[in-house]
């Protein structure tokens, strides 16, 4: 069984696990290191999993204390074992579609500015600087809850739900395009910009920003497809 299918199974077999127990949100699971027993595998790959899952809202994971009940647990998408493999042209095609809704969404952000979501936005940016300054591998997960709050300070709460979809269903392939895109600096502040637009009210330029944003991120990952080609 190949490492990202048996992360999938063992992120599904955690809500299982959740689910006989009846924990409700805040409530605290086993230690990872508990949790690997159950399941028989290694801590590392236990650990794997509950990162999908802290993806999806679904567990929180709490350096020193434990591992938690997410928000997302009630209505949450299931990480699917049989999901198509990661390809290039499915990435780009991801991003397209982000492309096309995202900007909208950032323009009524910025007109609207619903008080929650923008201090939602500016705590995923101090996180996300955070995670730069010490290297932390939660980055793509920060990066997640950026886009999440970018919807949630639209005030609509339709709209906030498509992105939180998209970003809960295809979760791995946001972390895969992070990788491949490589400049987190370069990610990082073209989301100060994006957050800048929003919080001056600018819906031009929150509309333009995430739109040079996401295309920016194309034009990286397209080229590196194209490369891996030749």
Known sequence: ?????????????????????????????????????????????????????????????????????????GRSVLPNPHSPILTGERLIDLLEARRTIEPPIAAMAATVRDPDGVARLTETLDEAEQCLRLHDERLWIVNLEFHRALAQASGNTVLAEVVDSIVLVHAQEQREILRLHGDESEDFAEHQRIIRAVVDGSADEAFGATHEHLTNVIDVIRARNLGSEH
Request: no cysteine; glycine share 10%; hydrophobic share 40%.
């Open 1 to 73: 069984m190949s490492r990202r299918t048996l992360a999938d199974e063992l992120a599904t077999g955690v809500v299982e696990l959740i689910r006989e127990q009846r924990l409700e949100p805040g409530g605290q699971l086993d230690t990872v290191r508990t949790l690997a027993t159950r399941f028989s595998v290694a801590v590392p790959t236990m650990r794997e999993a509950l990162r999908r899952l802290e993806a999806m809202g679904v567990v929180v994971l709490r350096h020193g204390s434990g591992v938690y009940v997410g928000e997302n647990v």
